[in-house]
């Protein structure tokens, strides 16, 4: 229980409830550990299966599906946590669905097409009168974003209180950066999801090369671009995307954030119709995941529990132990095909004899821990002055390490009178790449530590916010995603190219099922957002659904 010292003076000390949820740090460290003797319990039991899928987050549950399309039945997927999805699972605080990880998904662009269907299937979009629509009940409701700045609230993120007039230095340096991002735009193609601007007849295009070379702090050194409120804003991004700053991060990575999207404007400036789109549920990015999910429940294909310890590849088929926690026993899977969604320092750990790419792969790459702290309010918070609240709300300078602001789950809800009286859940996030010794703290330090931090910080713009929570969860990701800094993005365009042979044209849906880069080996095909060096869900979705292929061919 935490109370005390964070409750508002002029009333009693509030009890305040919480814990960790969601990941199971333990049973990982538990497997990390196992996997370190080199000895492994004797299986229990043998199963067999055509294809076995080791990892249940976003592209483990897009090859399963792309499987099934495919027609592809008979398969099982093998996820450590219990229940899947990676970091883009839903939970609930006192009964009011929340994202534990990834809260959105931006309205994909033609490059994606592989997730445009899914959302089309899952009925989130249609054709009207020749052109797409979204579901609006799905889209960010209006405000969608606003940010702390000079003791107020302003709406928009990009820093813009006091730029007119003594700030015009400040906004002819939002403009450059602008030009910059359009004309590097032009020069070389940046597609989102990335692997679509890989081509195996061709090298990794010059401009991409020159920007992979270096930091994004260094780049933007290099342009003059050093106003304090450019740099806090494009460094926010970075965390917000790849879970640390510009310091770290490649510019290349740092243009691909906007080039790849919806470019960036300064204030003023025309933008697109459609730039700010954003697709959004209270429980986040699981609202997605349960559905993809959904189909593998009914069909007995998924068993969650089962921690993969080791995947060996032979002449005539795949040899797959996972430990099950349910039944505290080993599980052999033998199956023709096995689908590696594991993070790549998990995969290079259980893979027997692994590829070289592999193996360079986990040398290379690094990864941000993460947190979300869930915080139950029981009434809306007094506001500082300003823009109306908003679903993202975002501190500038928030004291807190990595802090990102924070969303408010119910801010879809349809119901006024819950939006402007009712309790509600704010979903913080930290990311924590840029912090020393942050995987350490996450593993040691008590959810009360993160929770007071949490409170903080939030309580400069909402002073009551101690008086008014009444829970606080915290979600830790040890190794949320992996960062793209220099020399990752030219390391891993060389993997994965070879297109396979007799692939097929069509899915059971009519859905297009082009070749797409996928690390493979005979027998094993590799899956997961690692493999694009950054973390989104439209990189993930499309390496699982090419790895799906890969196999079904």
């Known amino acids: 229980m935490l109370g005390g010292a964070l409750a508002g003076c002029d009333r009693a000390p509030r009890t305040l409830e919480g814990g960790f949820t969601g990941i199971d740090m333990a049973r990982g460290h538990a497997l990390r550990d196992l996997l370190a003797t080199g000895t492994l319990p004797a299986p229990a039991v043998v199963r067999r299966a055509q294809v076995v899928i080791a990892g249940g987050g976003v592209a483990g549950l897009a090859a399963a599906r792309s499987l099934r399309l495919a027609g592809v ?36 662009g033609d490059d994606a097409r592989e997730v ?25 409701h209006s405000p969608q974003e606003r940010l702390f700045f000079e003791g107020a609230w302003q709406e928009g993120l990009l820093p813009v209180q006091g730029v007119q007039g003594v700030g015009e230095a400040t906004l002819a340096q939002y403009r450059r950066f602008a030009e910059r991002v359009q004309a590097l735009g ?14 195996a007849k061709r090298p990794l295009a010059p401009t991409h090369q020159a920007l ?36 770290r991060v490649s510019a290349w990575a740092g243009i691909h954030y906007f080039a790849s999207r919806h470019g960036f404007h300064a204030p003023g400036d025309a933008a697109a119709e459609d730039r700010e789109g954003v697709l959004t549920w209270p429980e986040g990015n699981g609202w997605l995941t349960q559905r993809l999910a959904a189909p593998l429940h009914d069909g007995g294909q998924l068993r969650t529990a089962c921690s993969v310890l080791r995947i060996t590849e032979g002449p005539r088929g795949v040899q797959v132990d996972a430990f099950n926690h349910a039944t505290d026993s080993v599980e052999r899977w033998q199956a023709q095909r096995c689908i590696v969604a594991l993070p790549v320092f998990m995969a290079a750990r259980v893979v027997q004899s692994p590829p070289a790419f592999l193996r360079q792969a986990a040398q290379r790459l690094s ?6 702290a869930n915080i139950h309010i029981d009434a809306p918070l007094t506001d500082r002055p300003g823009a109306a609240p908003a679903w993202d709300n975002v501190l500038y300078g928030d004291a807190n390490p990595g802090g990102l602001g924070y969303v408010d789950a119910g801010h879809q809800r349809l119901d006024p009178r819950a939006v402007l009286a009712g309790p509600t859940v704010l979903s913080y996030y930290q990311a924590l790449g840029d912090v020393p010794q942050a995987r350490a703290q996450l593993a040691t330090q008590p959810w009360t530590h993160w929770a007071q931090a949490t409170l903080a910080a939030l309580s400069v713009p909402h002073p ?19 960062i793209p800094t220099p020399g990752v993005l030219g390391f891993l365009s060389q993997i994965g190219l070879q297109p396979l042979p ?24 590799f899956a997961h957002s690692d493999w694009s ?8 979705f499309t390496r699982g659904h090419g790895a799906g292929l890969a196999v079904a061919r």
């Open 502 to 525: 007799n692939k097929r044209k069509q899915l059971s849906n009519g859905e297009r099922a082009a070749w797409l880069p996928t690390p493979t080996t005979a027998r094993l095909a």
């Open 367 to 372: 990864w941000a821990p993460w947190l979300v």
């Open 212 to 247: 992979d070379a270096i930091t994004f702090a260094a780049w933007l050194d290099q342009e003059g671009l050093d106003d304090p409120r450019l740099r806090w804003y494009l460094d926010y991004c970075c965390r917000d995307d790849y879970g640390a700053g510009t310091a």
């Open 73 to 108: 039945d008979d398969f099982a997927l093998l996820e450590l946590e219990d229940a899947p999805g990676g970091n883009s699972r839903g939970g609930q605080v006192n009964g009011i669905a929340c994202p534990l990880g990834a809260h959105y998904l931006p309205v994909p």
């Open 533 to 540: 060096g950054y973390s989104v869900f439209e990189e993930a």
């Open 116 to 140: 445009q269907d899914l959302l089309e299937e899952l009925g989130l979009r249609e054709r009207v009168a020749g052109r797409w629509q979204y579901d609006e009940r799905y889209l960010v």
């Open 464 to 482: 009551d916010l101690p008086r008014r929570a009444t829970r606080v969860d915290i979600t830790r990701y040890g190794h949320a995603m992996s």
């Open 186 to 199: 032009k020069a070389a193609r940046f597609a989102m999801p990335m692997l679509k601007s890989l081509d």
